[in-house]
C-alpha cells in the first residue's frame, strides 16, 4: 500500500513538473512568437575521441569504445 501512495505521488509530482514546464514554455512563446527551444550541443571533443579509437581499431567493441572514451553507449555509432 506505501509502494502505491508513493507511485501516486511520484506520478501527480511527473504531471505538475510537465504542466510547468507547458506554461513556460507557452510564457516565453507569448513574448517572443519565433523564439525555438535550442535543445542540446554535441559534444565534439568527446565524438571526436570515439571516431579516433574507432578509426584505430575498427574491430574493438562498442563496450571496449565506451569503456576507453568514458562515455555512454549511445555516443558508439553502430
Known sequence: MLIDVMATMAQLDQKKRVGQIRQGLEN????????????????????????????KHPKMSAADVVTLAKCGVADVPH
Open 28 to 55: 516565453k512563446r507569448a513574448v517572443e512568437p519565433e523564439w525555438r527551444p535550442t535543445g542540446k550541443e554535441k559534444n565534439v571533443v568527446k565524438w571526436e575521441k570515439v571516431q579516433r579509437l574507432i578509426d
